[in-house]
């Protein structure tokens, strides 16, 4: 299959991760333009990045022939707007994943969109390597019959992702009950490095227990994980024949004998070896869970999970099997409203099916 040709709307820092991956994967991956109305911050990018650079989506539409897609990354204000005019001038569009204040605001998103099958969204934490891993596990029966994960990884609809995924829910309604703790820490890093000195801050933790009915999910997280040395993720998976436990499989080869394998990185560029950094797969008692769809690029699990779903952007507008569409993506905004509604409350919070679900 040829290479994937897209344009980026939009040049932050979250629009840099297709960015990389599309530098460190020519073969793969080209970003033939990007659009960015700032006229000096667009010079910078044709010179940095070689791509060229138009003010606009209506420039966009006259080059249309020269992408086969655009990937969204603009911030939650503008994103809607933004999303709208692009499926109204008929491309694909692969949206970066960005908060709805409220369930109407998603309701009202959704309907303004006018093709939403030429709409998918980037979601790709569970592209991400490990999470890949533990995926291959489940479907394996390792494990048995999947009915609670526990997980402590992403923010929002991120963690609303994940959970769906893990438990293999799509759109079943769920009971949700909320909270949200404040505690002390020692500020940590962010995307600008180390603060200049040290101080405490109040780091806002959101912990929510979702009853599908027959399969629990527990969110736990606080913002100060995404950077932050002193707050680790965590993850949990329990089947009615074991669980995963981070990177720990633990389950039964009959009734009454128990097994446990570690699940391991396997790559280059790490302690004596001397090849490039790269993650070759993940591998757990002699079998490959994962293994990396690009092979040699210096890229993070991140950016690894980003050129996949750009990937599977290609694949689908070539013809393939939607990956997260649209109403997948305002599923994941859907639960997260809910579990703010449930905090706001103070009481258990019942979803309901929406339109888009009903539109599918």
């Known amino acids: 299959m040829r290479r994937a040709v897209f344009g980026i709307v939009g040049a932050g820092w979250r629009a840099e991760f297709f960015l990389r991956a599309a530098k460190e994967l020519p073969e793969f991956l080209k970003v033939s333009i990007v659009v960015e109305r700032n006229p000096e911050k667009g010079k910078r990018l044709e010179e940095q990045w070689g791509v060229k ?6 420039a966009m539409a006259v080059c249309r022939d020269e992408v086969e897609f655009l990937v969204m990354c603009l911030s939650p204000g503008v994103m809607p707007k933004m999303l709208a005019r692009a499926s109204e001038l008929g491309f694909y569009v692969l949206s970066e994943t960005f908060a709805l204040d409220c369930v109407d605001a998603i309701e009202e998103y959704y309907h303004k969109i006018k093709e939403p099958s030429r709409v ?9 390597p490990a999470h890949m891993a533990r995926l291959a596990v ?7 019959c999947v009915t609670q994960a526990q997980i402590s990884v992403g923010h929002g609809y991120h963690g609303g992702s994940l ?8 759109f079943e309604n769920c009971e949700i009950r909320a909270w949200e703790f404040a505690n002390p820490i020692v500020e940590g890093p962010g995307r600008d490095g180390y603060p200049e000195k040290e101080h405490i801050v109040q780091e806002k933790q959101q912990f929510a227990v979702l009853d599908f009915g027959g399969k629990w999910g527990v969110f736990d997280f606080t913002e100060e994980q995404y950077f932050s040395k002193i707050r680790g993720s965590r993850v949990l998976i329990r089947g009615d024949r074991g669980e995963i436990e981070n990177n720990t499989i633990r389950c039964l080869r009959d009734y009454k004998t128990p097994v446990e394998y570690t699940m391991t990185r396997s790559g280059s560029g790490i302690d004596e070896g001397l090849g490039a950094p790269v993650i070759e797969g993940i591998q757990a008692a002699g ?4 293994t990396n769809p690009f092979k040699r690029p210096r890229l993070s699990d991140e950016e690894i999970a980003v050129a996949d779903a750009v990937w599977k952007m290609h694949q689908y507008v070539c013809g393939g099997e939607s990956f997260y569409s649209l109403e997948e993506g305002c599923q994941d905004q859907y639960l997260d409203c809910m579990i703010r509604n449930a905090i706001k409350s103070g009481k258990s919070v019942k979803t309901e099916r929406l339109s888009w679900a009903k539109r599918r």
């Open 120 to 128: 998918q969204f980037a979601e790709q934490y569970w592209l991400r």
């Open 287 to 290: 079998e490959w869970l994962y």
């Open 53 to 58: 650079v138009l003010p606009d989506l209506d």
């Open 138 to 144: 489940i479907r394996s029966g390792r494990i048995g």
């Open 163 to 170: 959970l769906r995924k893990y438990l293999d829910v799509g």
